[in-house]
């Protein structure tokens, strides 16, 4: 119904912001990667909207990016998943982040959120493989264990999922984690 905001930014209290727009006020949930990235006080912002309808309340969530709203809607999809428990995803995660745990099947990403269990995440996975993964163009191939792991290193390393697939390509295919993961450095340093 409410599909976009935009008006001046009046407060700014976590998860919450308060949209002016022409007069009227609007209290919005944004998940914390679009609060990190909001402008000082009475700027002007626009804010991708998702309108909830409950028994007891109405509240709208924004999203800095339709890629986040995107995959807030694939999330409240999943039976036992809210728009509290989406808005946590997104929060502890970034959408590229959360495509990749899917692609990559990696549970103990999910885990680390708060509010989502073993069961939750496993659920997660099941539900958003195909879907969100794809929609982000997550497109590192990884051929076994060893590669995924090495992946994994370069990403908590602060590379790109580009750098780290480019990288990937140009390693043995029998190559171990650790030397893996040296060759890589060395490829990625040059």
């Known amino acids: 119904m409410i599909g976009k905001l935009t008006g001046t930014l009046e407060d700014k209290n976590p998860p919450q912001v308060l949209l002016d727009c022409h007069g009227v006020g609007y209290e919005v949930h944004v998940p914390m990667s679009t609060f990190y990235n909001l402008p000082e006080l009475g700027s002007k912002v626009s804010l991708l909207t998702h309108f909830v309808v409950r028994e007891d309340a109405q509240i709208l969530y924004g999203f800095a990016t339709s890629q986040e709203r995107e995959a807030f809607r694939q999330l409240i999809k999943i039976s036992g998943v809210g728009p509290r428990t989406a808005l946590s995803v997104l929060s502890g995660m970034s959408v590229a982040e959360l495509g990749q745990a899917v692609t990559l099947q990696e549970a103990g990403r999910l885990i680390k959120v708060p509010g989502i269990g073993k069961k939750t995440a496993e659920r997660l996975l099941l539900e958003l493989k195909g879907k969100l993964g794809a929609d982000i163009g997550v497109s590192v191939s990884v051929a076994n264990a060893a590669q995924a ?3 994994q290193a370069l990403l ?3 590379y790109s999922d580009k750098e780290a697939a480019i990288s990937l390509k140009a390693l043995p295919a029998d190559v171990g984690v650790s030397e893996g993961i040296k060759l ?4 990625l340093a040059k």
């Open 149 to 151: 792991d090495i992946l």
């Open 184 to 187: 890589a450095l060395k490829a």
């Open 156 to 158: 908590a390393l602060g």
